[in-house]
């Protein structure tokens, strides 16, 4: 398998994998008055509201259009927090296609139609996309909490008037990790904006954009669902754009939380090794 093909459906899995059930009446055509808040009340309310789980279980139908083709697939999620992410692959006959497993230091693929097999790290993944994700900025986008906003941190904000929606951003200042880059010392500005929901203070739109490589994601979270009093977004869509353009549409269903899970990824003896 070539490493475009590997980068394909990491893309798919990096990006396609969100969640959840149970629902609760969405406000969009609702005009109603937002009151002023500060970045700090509003990045409280932030953190009260964002979803928190052990474990992790659901299905997900999603949809991947390049601009060329458009893919469709089913898949099966599991998470255990700040540790693994799971996810089998399925063409929409039901025979499981691919294999994903995701550590903190790990990403492996399974390719079962070409017996073949993938083992590498977030160094390895970062390099083939042009991205600076880490496990934890994976585990925060798959279910649809924000990434790194702190309350000693600062944050801008206002009232979106046109969107009806609290608006929150800040500038991210990361250091490259040295094995990919010489000058360890580099920084790296990386942008992310939120619209929050001014009732539930739960995220409507995502932005994350990076000036120096032009690359950015928009995420937008709707259709949101009460499971065991959390809310958790069942519409999920994103549009990524670098040198190509990319749309993906999740919708999830069959969600638990609290499940002991396991996460299996056997590599038979007769599968071949990808090289990087």
């Known amino acids: 398998m070539s490493k475009f093909k590997v980068g394909y459906w ?17 406000k969009d055509n609702v005009k109603i008055k937002i009151k002023s808040r500060s970045s700090k009340f509003l990045v409280k309310k932030l953190k009260q509201n964002e979803f928190e789980f052990n474990t992790i279980s659901a299905k997900a139908a999603i949809s991947i259009d390049d601009g060329k083709k458009k893919t469709s697939f089913k898949t099966h999620l599991r998470i255990r927090k700040d540790s693994a992410i799971w996810m089998s692959i399925t063409p929409l006959l039901g025979i499981e296609m ?20 993938f083992i590498g790290d977030f160094g390895y993944l970062n390099k083939l996309f042009g991205t600076d994700i880490d496990y934890q900025m994976l585990e925060a986008l798959l279910i649809g909490n924000s990434l790194d906003f702190e309350e000693n941190e600062k944050v801008h904000s206002r009232v979106d008037r046109k969107k009806t929606l609290y608006f929150l951003s800040t500038e991210k200042k990361r250091k490259v990790k040295k094995e990919l880059e010489k000058d360890k010392e580099k920084i ?67 969600f638990s939380i609290g499940k002991s ?16």
């Open 10 to 26: 990491l893309t798919i899995f990096v990006i396609g994998v969100f969640l959840f059930s149970c629902k609760v009446q969405e």
């Open 98 to 117: 691919a294999r994903v497993l995701i550590t903190k230091d790990s990403v492996k693929f399974l390719n079962r139609a070409d017996k073949e097999y």
């Open 261 to 276: 899970l396991t996460f299996p990824f056997k590599i038979s003896s007769k599968y071949v090794q990808i090289k990087k």
């Open 188 to 254: 790296r500005k990386e942008a992310q904006v939120l619209w929050l929901d001014p009732i539930t203070f739960k995220i409507k739109e995502l932005l994350i954009s990076s000036p120096e490589t032009g690359r950015s994601l928009m995420g937008s979270y709707s259709d949101y669902r009460e499971i065991e009093t959390q809310l958790i977004p069942y519409d999920l869509r994103f549009n990524l754009k670098s040198k190509t353009s990319s749309a993906i549409e999740v919708k999830y269903s069959k």
